[in-house]
């Protein structure tokens, strides 16, 4: 085994085949693109929503979880500063200090207005990927911390759609200058905001950008990164 | 004349001691610790908003206008860039090129959510800096973006308060981890997040955060930085 294969442990839904879990978890595309970028061979090991006993050697319950060696980290944004720091030869993630400071604020942003204002709205549909008790454990999560039904939050949805793409604005006059937040190429903080975009490709066949928009842009560029590995996770298809 | 001379023409209002015109521009103060960053030395010409004639050289019509030697550059960010460019052995702004990305989107921020929700319910303080004439002009741009008079934009204030601060949780939750938001020194990107809290500082005496604020200690630490710069200019005290 190479010095270079780590295990991650993340949220799966069950296979569309019969073989491969579906991936929708926000958080693990970011450790998935952050592995692709470092160039490190992964195994994926999936993990059950309501499945605790599963990461219980990490000492706490949510994923993902990084296994490289002796070494466990959790949180996807400790598990990116954990690969920078053991694998400083390898691509840049956060392009140095200033770089690695101000993708902390990118995550917060992006967790604290982008997911908030997007993701209630969409949970029900994200419900439908899931088995009954992942699906039961998720909807009392989201309806406990709002304290709407899942079906109240669905009916939001056009309202936070064109909030979401309001706030997106910083994004898009960047975007106008360079074709990744990072600049030339893909960073961290580019994973950060992809993972938004790849979790509502994977959950729902509402569209989050308008053609012509050049989010639309970024996500297909983002979408080929790493030999296409975003790609490779099949789309939910409109029923 | 040393080298490191530079002009800046920037927004003055009238002075308070009968000599030194109120700085005010949110633009001109990321230019004025943006340069004061790199250590040049910098001559202020303070412009009225109602006359354009005075920077007309620039092609133009808006402050800050920065003049080094034969060179002219307009727009804060470009000026910084410019600077960035012109003096590379000098400290960094931006500490490379994905934190150089990065800056844009945070001045993006800053200037489309921040700005946007603070400024105009202060604007009418604003005026009371000014001379009849650049007060009637600013009074006219603000009340011509906004389709309500500055009297009726300050009487929502209260809530425009609550959002300013609600929008820079993301911030806060980064200065938990390092001093500055460009990390454990202060770059552009804080320059830019400034720019807005000294504007408040100077034009009203309401104050943008609450005492045990991590923005409040951040904003102290920004107005010791640069041998004080910051703190020299006088605070809009309370009537």
């Not at 939050?153 to 064109?162: F, K, Q, T, V």
Request: proline residues 7%.
């Amino acid at each position: 085994m190479p010095e270079s294969y780590v295990i991650l442990y993340e949220l799966g839904g069950p296979p569309l085949d019969g073989r491969t879990p579906r991936r929708y978890s926000v958080f693990s595309w970011r450790t998935r693109l952050a592995l692709a970028h470092k160039g490190l061979q992964v195994e994926s090991r999936p993990v059950k929503i309501s499945d605790k006993a599963a990461i219980a050697f990490s000492g706490q319950g949510k994923v993902p979880v990084l296994r490289d060696g002796e070494t466990v980290v959790y949180d996807s944004f400790r598990i990116a500063e954990y690969l920078e720091q053991t694998y400083p030869a390898l691509p840049s993630l956060f392009g140095g200090e200033t770089g690695h400071a101000l993708a902390r604020f990118v995550n917060s942003w992006v967790d604290r207005q982008l997911v908030g204002t997007l993701f209630p709205s969409l949970m029900l549909e994200n419900e439908h990927l899931l088995e009954a008790d992942d699906a039961a454990h998720l909807r009392g999560q989201v309806e406990g911390v709002t304290g709407k039904s899942l079906e109240e939050l669905a009916a939001g949805r056009n309202d936070a759609l064109a909030s979401f793409r309001r706030q997106l604005d910083p994004v898009r006059s960047a975007l106008r200058t360079h074709p990744f937040l990072s600049g030339s190429t893909p960073r961290y903080p580019d994973h950060i905001l992809f993972s938004i975009f790849q979790w509502a490709r994977v959950v729902t066949p509402t569209r989050l950008t308008a053609d012509g928009d050049l989010l639309a842009t970024w996500f297909d560029h983002m979408l080929d990164a790493y030999d296409g590995l975003g790609r490779r996770e099949p789309p939910r298809e409109a029923a």
